[in-house]
């Protein structure tokens, strides 16, 4: 079986851009989340959405936003780049939104803001 | 604040030597607990998991942890280390209340000297 799968895997950008991140998850699973890994830190967690809608949000400004398709597959839109967007951006999916079951992570996209 | 303090950034460890990471948490209350490693390039796999029970967990690879809750500690152990365990090892939680939302620690990583 696939695994989750995350488009594209390495994005250059430049500042004041917007950027929309790809992710889809194993499938029969309905939630995916998101997080952002900067480099020498662990993930901090963006974004979770389940059966299309927002489950939770970590602490991040307004200009990172995300849906969720009617397939399951998500995406995560940022504007207004800073450079300190630059970061591994991680998805995972899971079941559903408890963690009995477990969160499968992607490979990433390594978004570098210039 | 809530948080999960890994103390240690770098561990070096020869090939057959036993390896242990710490991991401390501070919540109001005992949380799920989860390791993950992470391979260059690759995404983050889950090694173990704690919600309850028994408090030596056993994972993949060969890998176990104990929860010592007076400690409020989660620590990661291998007996007997491969070359292939170099990686960066993350301690991770999620808050009783909100499963959903996994909290990491900042990482350890992990070399192997032949």
């Known amino acids: 079986d696939a695994g989750v799968t995350q488009s594209p895997t390495h994005l250059i950008k430049t500042r004041g851009q917007q950027v929309t991140l790809r992710c889809s998850p194993i499938?029969?699973?309905?939630?995916v989340s998101w997080y952002q890994q900067v480099l020498g830190q662990g993930p901090q967690f963006i974004f979770q959405y389940y059966e299309k809608e927002e489950r939770g949000r970590g602490n991040f400004p307004d200009r990172f936003s995300a849906r969720q398709f009617p397939n399951y597959s998500s995406e995560l839109n940022v504007n207004a780049l800073l450079l300190g967007d630059s970061a591994l951006y991680l998805c995972?999916?899971?079941?559903?939104?408890?963690?009995?079951?477990?969160?499968?992570f992607g490979p990433g996209t390594r978004l570098t803001v210039t | 604040a809530q948080s999960v303090t890994q103390p240690d950034i770098h561990i070096t460890v020869s090939e057959g030597a036993s390896l242990e990471l710490r991991c401390n948490y501070s919540y109001g209350a005992t949380p799920y607990l989860f390791w993950y490693v992470q391979s260059p390039g690759q995404g983050l796999q889950l090694l173990l998991k704690y919600f309850s029970g028994d408090t030596l967990v056993q994972g993949i690879k060969g890998f176990e942890a104990e929860f010592k809750r007076s400690q409020s500690s989660f620590n990661l152990r291998k007996p007997s280390v491969h070359w292939s365990d170099a990686a960066e090892y993350f301690c991770?939680?999620?808050?009783?209340?909100?499963?959903?939302?996994?909290?990491f620690g900042a990482g350890t990583t992990v070399t192997v000297r032949a």
């Open positions: 499938s029969g699973h309905k939630s």
């Open positions: 991770a939680v999620a808050p009783f209340s909100n499963d959903y939302k996994l909290s």
């Open positions: 995972a999916s899971s079941l559903g939104t408890a963690l009995s079951g477990e969160q499968y």
